[in-house]
């Protein structure tokens, strides 16, 4: 919803074309959906969750020399015991409403650069555990 009312802001109604230039926000929203991970913080734990499909698709071809956009989510320590899809359930609604705030992406940079051979680094210690 975000992304249509910035885009509504910068069309002329009707929609007939794109507006010229996109907004602030438009442009981190893009940033996160490439490159984007979600990094769950439970007390001093934390677990990468990769987002980006760009990210995603360049780590399967090996390509692991990348950095990500990255938001921190804390989360309680029973989010350790919940199975995946729950896990996942539980990210998407505190980043949703992290992101619904259109304020952080003019008062603030709402990402930070994570490298991803850290997030396969703290992956590969958790795994092994």
């Known amino acids: 919803m975000r992304q249509f ?13 794109s507006p010229q230039k996109r907004m602030r926000e438009q442009d981190y929203m893009t940033m996160f959906d490439e490159g984007g ?10 677990i990468p969750f990769i987002f ?3 990210i995603y698709e360049r780590m399967i ?5 990348l950095s ?6 804390e989360c309680e320590e029973n989010f350790l015991f919940l199975n995946i899809k729950e896990k996942l359930r539980y990210l998407d609604m505190k980043s949703a409403k992290l992101l619904a705030n ?28």
């Open 52 to 54: 980006g499909h760009a």
């Open 68 to 73: 990500m956009c990255a938001i921190i989510i």
């Open 5 to 17: 009312f910035a885009f509504d802001e910068l069309a002329d109604f009707p929609w007939n074309k």
């Open 61 to 65: 071809l090996g390509d692991h020399d």
């Open 102 to 129: 259109r304020e952080i992406y003019y008062t603030n940079k709402p990402f930070f650069t994570y490298s991803l051979e850290h997030a396969i680094s703290l992956f590969n210690n958790r795994s092994n555990k």
């Open 37 to 46: 991970c979600i990094i769950a913080k439970i007390n001093q734990k934390k």
